[in-house]
Each structure stands twice: as structure tokens, then as C-alpha cells.
């Protein structure tokens, strides 16, 4: 039997499939080129912000590498790459410039707040409270000296919840306000004892550290000018503080004051 002749409007409708299949495969086609094309592969890298750890060993621990596809950078990829093997790096900004085929990884590193003491040996503290490196004494005197009963360290890990609380709160105060200090020590109850290069000792809640230290000195002079002996000066609850005097001074009983 003879085709039945198509329609105008059956004509109309396979044409313009057929431009759609045609500009569609030429779109297909465009997208295949633009992802090999070299334009749009990694050609540079800029890392800024790092002052500790090397650039081209930032590069090296992001997992990016010159000649790869810009489509295939993940920018959360990336900076977990490089956190999770370098702890004194706290986070990553990846930006593309896709004009300049460069990745740009911008570094934010933590700090030394402090040093642990345990065992004769002497650990740097990042503001996190893990474990960075091992120091020499001498590296450690810019530093607060942070001691607990902790005696087993490792790099790269905290040495205790306590010993982070006290380096959180560290990392919050000017160096400047700690140089009559010459040790932290975490009680593990919750306190820290300051002890001073005056010889008084202060104890202080660890959540509320920043704040003891505008009580401290002022606590301190007070019991200096009521003619007492270096002793333990509670801060850890509401004021007035309690002074308890060291077993070697002279006998009394506890006394508040410091308002």
C-alpha cells in the first residue's frame, strides 16, 4: 500500500527534531573539547598565607597536580587532603582562576600557644591542644610551660581534654599578660594552678582562664599588701578568694578577701 503523504505539521515537527539531535551533538562535541582543552587544565599553583610549612609541600599533600582537569578540582577534597596530614594547618581556601589555570590555596595556620613539660622532654602545643612537634628547653621560654600527669605523648595528638581547654584558652590572650607565669599545671578537675615567679600559686576554673587573668594580679597584690606570705589563691568560684598558705609558711587559718 501506498505511504500516506506527511503532513506539513509532521514535516515541521521532525525537522526541528532533527536540528535538536544536530545541535545537541555539536554541544556534545563543544563540551568534550573545552574539558581536554588545555585552557582548562591545572597550568599553575599559589599558596599564600603559610609561614611555617612549605609551599610546594602544601602542593604536594593537596592531591592537585599540573595537567589535571580543572572540572575535577574538589575544593572540600583539597583542604581535607592537606589538614589531615599537616596539624598545624587549620583550614584551606581553594579558589580557580580559570583565565590563568591556577589554583590558589590559601592557608590559615595555627599557633604555638604553649610548651608541655613531661619526663625531661619538651612538646610544642598547637591552639588546639595537639601535640606538634618535640622542643628543646630553650625553644620553649617564649612560651607558657603547661604540665600534667599525663606523661605518655604522641605527635599529632592531644595530650588531654583538659590540656586542650587550657590551649584554647591560651590562644585568646596576649603573650604579654603571661610573662610572670612561669607554669600552667592541669589539675584534672577542671582547674589549673598558675604559679608565679612571685611564688604564689592560683587556681583557676579552666573554662574561665581568660578572665582570671584580669583578677589575678589584683587578688595577688591585695594578699601581698595585707602582709601575707606566698600561698594558694582560689579564683576558681565567686569572689572573695580564698588564700590557703603553704605548708612550709607560717601556720593560719584559710583566709578570704580580694573582693
Request: aromatic share 8%.
Amino acid at each position: 500500500m501506498p505511504q500516506a503523504a506527511m503532513s506539513p505539521a509532521d514535516i515541521q515537527r521532525r525537522k526541528a527534531r532533527n536540528r535538536k539531535i544536530v545541535i545537541g551533538f555539536f554541544a556534545f562535541i563543544g563540551v568534550v573539547v573545552v574539558l581536554e582543552s588545555p585552557l582548562a587544565r591545572v597550568r599553575s599553583f599559589q599558596v599564600s598565607g603559610n609561614t611555617t610549612i612549605p609551599a610546594q609541600r602544601i602542593i604536594a599533600e593537596s592531591g592537585l597536580h599540573k595537567g589535571q582537569s580543572l572540572w575535577q578540582v574538589n575544593r572540600g577534597n583539597v583542604a581535607h587532603h592537606v589538614t589531615s596530614k599537616e596539624p598545624m594547618i587549620q583550614s584551606v581556601a581553594v579558589s580557580t582562576d580559570w583565565v590563568k589555570g591556577s589554583i590558589d590555596l590559601t592557608v590559615r595556620e595555627r599557633q604555638v600557644v604553649a610548651v608541655y613539660e613531661t619526663s625531661g622532654k619538651f612538646y610544642q602545643l598547637l591552639n588546639n591542644g595537639v601535640v606538634y612537634q618535640e622542643a628543646a628547653p630553650k625553644d620553649g621560654l617564649p612560651y607558657p610551660l603547661v604540665t600534667a600527669s599525663q606523661s605518655h605523648v604522641k605527635l599529632g595528638q592531644a595530650v588531654s581534654p583538659e590540656v586542650t581547654a587550657v590551649c584554647k584558652q591560651l590562644a585568646k590572650v596576649d603573650s604579654g599578660v603571661l610573662t610572670d607565669v612561669s607554669e600552667f599545671h592541669v589539675n584534672g578537675d577542671g582547674t589549673v594552678s598558675l604559679y608565679l615567679d612571685n611564688q604564689f600559686v592560683v587556681t583557676c576554673d579552666t573554662k574561665g582562664l581568660v578572665g582570671s587573668f584580669n583578677a589575678m594580679h589584683s587578688a595577688v597584690q591585695y594578699f601581698i599588701e595585707k602582709g601575707y606570705k606566698p600561698g594558694n589563691i582560689d579564683l576558681s568560684g565567686a569572689p572573695p578568694y580564698l588564700y590557703t598558705p603553704f605548708s612550709n609558711t607560717s601556720a593560719g587559718a584559710n583566709e578570704k578577701g580580694a573582693q
